[in-house]
């Protein structure tokens, strides 16, 4: 009896670990995914910066980030998700309110747009990931500059 | 128009439930196609601010004009410590400085900068996860690979800080950032200064970062915000933000020295042994 109880519990372990290793997965594959958008970008002269946002949200939560850039540079932002069947939406706002996004793309697993910053300042990124299938999703949003 | 356009989008926002987890102390802020007013956006605020890299910056002056990067370079000599807060302060900073020696393209200061990058590591105890980079700092200088190093010092500083906050040690790897953004701003408002010009000038206007270092150390632990030198970076801070906020039409020459002067001044602080 104690050793079926043994194997239950190692099986019950072994269960618990497999349910809970795609979740932290999920976080890095979102940012995999993001990088995956960065290629092409890359090719072109851009450099991806290593520190990038990241987290998990509720399905059309619309999220928003502060950040610096610099007028001179051009930079492009790279939106991931490890979930599939997802719409991005991604947009970017100068100190005026005026949005200054360009050339936004999007594909199965993660959406690019480029921004030439019009004056050095703060901008503001809003964006959101909308799946019929999940009410949980996992993001990650990197960017490169040239 | 605007506003009965912003009241329609806070309207269709509310009934398509995406307030449902706003998250508590969010700012408010609004969204709209045309307009955007972040004080009354309906959603979630990630608070996490990721700081530019000198590189940044720098790259802006390169395409203004071409700076001596070799001028700019300034000898890292710090003095021993087994103070966790100078270090991390320290290591911010040396990061920075292997930026400029970067853009100096300057393969002998790289690889000292390298070798210093260990000695703050291994003071911090850090080592074993910066050694593979600072290994390949050192190996890319022989090369001459300029975008790898720069890659590298990018991950190093990365690397540090995301074990720091597993450590929870995030008050020091905010010193890391601050270490790293006062070095940065010391070398941009010494190019700058040299060669003054308004475009050049604007590269300063980065009040929302000063706000969030400002901000961390106001939430630090008690014992690295009373830091000697953590507090006089707080009250530095704050004098360079009332320069960026006063420069409502622009930086002037004097304002850029000004703030050169509090970077180089904190800087030095973050230097001396106490």
Redesign the interface.
Known sequence: MITLFKLRTALLAVFLAGAALPALATVDDAHSYSMEAAESFVEQGFIVREEYWNGEVKSAQKLMIKHQMFKGNEYAFWLGTANEDVTFELKIYDEAGKEVTIDGKSSKMYASMRVNPPKTGTYTIVFSLTSKKESGLFWALAYGYR | MKRSFFHALVLL?LT???V??QTAGA?A?K????????QA??????D??????P???F??LD??GEPNWQQEIRKIDLAKTGDRTRLALQFGMTVAEGFVAVQAEDKETVKDIGRDVIDLATGLGLIKSVRPHAQAILDAADKGDW?SI??EF??T??TV?DTMEQMKDADLSQCVSIGGWLRGTASVTSVVAKNFSA?RA????????VEHFIGSISKMSSSVKDHATVSDISKGLKNILAKMEGAVDGFTKDSVRDIGKTSDSLLDSIKAAK
């Open positions: 926002s398509s439930g995406f449902s987890i700012q802020a969204s709209g196609v045309q307009e955007f007013d972040p956006f309906p959603g979630q605020v990630v996490d601010v990721v700081v530019p890299v590189s940044e910056v790259s802006v395409k203004l975008s720069r890659k990018d991950q500083q990365k800080r475009d604007e590269l300063l206007n980065q009040p929302m970062l």
